[in-house]
């Protein structure tokens, strides 16, 4: 268990609708990353957030957003769903904001699935 | 920009075989390197890692050796046992100020009793 929680874990929808994930992350780690799986794009990274800050952005697609609270869990909200979307969505957290060598802790993820 | 390579699966061998997978990258600056392993239905969990040249990332019987020379963390392990049976992720960090990962395809390695 690595102490990061992600809700739910499955989610089936239609497409064109809205749907949010949530992540907890570990107690007192402060950087929130979030990562979509799939079978053609392979692992990608989305966004990450610190202390309720974004940080960066990776290929995160517009119809795609998120936020950081200020108890520190994020959520990732994904509207107008296309079948495309349909993948893994995991949540990472670390403890610090530049850590190229730290280590992100992954959640069990989200299965999205998008009919 | 940064990328990684690994070589492509599946991987299957039999029990107490020895096991590489190769991993390359491409990276501007000096990159940390990890490989995260992912066990059927669960999330990626880190096997090891390794944050400068010629440093060597062990656990659980798996090793790689950081080599900036070759742009190259290959995984390697000198007994694998049927519970090694996982996708395996190679991955870079880059030294700029986010600690985003940057993945490569994963490797899928079966092991059979």
């Known amino acids: 268990d690595s102490g990061v929680t992600q809700t739910p874990k499955h989610l089936i929808t239609a497409t064109g609708q809205r749907v949010t994930l949530r992540c907890s992350p570990r107690?007192?780690?402060?950087?929130v990353y979030w990562y979509q799986q799939s079978l053609d794009q392979g692992l990608q990274f989305l966004i990450q957030y610190y202390n309720g800050e974004e940080r960066a952005k990776g290929n995160i697609l517009e119809r795609f957003s998120a936020q950081q609270f200020p108890d520190l869990h994020s959520e990732l909200n994904l509207s107008s769903l296309e079948l495309g979307d349909s993948a893994l969505y995991f949540c990472a957290s670390s403890v610090v904001l530049t850590g190229a060598a730290d280590t992100q802790y992954f959640g069990p993820g989200t299965r999205l699935t998008v009919l | 920009g940064d990328s990684v390579t690994q070589m492509e699966g599946p991987v299957t061998l039999s029990e107490e075989a020895f096991l590489t997978i190769n991993c390359t990258y491409t990276a501007t600056g000096y990159p940390s390197l990890f490989w995260y392993v992912q066990y059927p239905g669960e999330g990626l969990q880190l096997l090891l890692k390794?944050?400068?040249?010629?440093d060597k990332g062990s656990n659980k019987g798996f090793e790689a050796t950081y080599r900036k020379e070759t742009t190259s963390f290959h995984l390697e392990k000198g007994s694998v046992q049927v519970s090694d049976s996982a996708v395996y992720f190679c991955a870079l960090s880059s030294s700029s100020n986010t600690g985003k990962l940057i993945f490569g395809q994963g490797t899928t390695l079966q092991v059979k009793p």
């Open positions: 390794a944050t400068k040249a010629d």
């Open positions: 107690s007192g780690d402060l950087s």
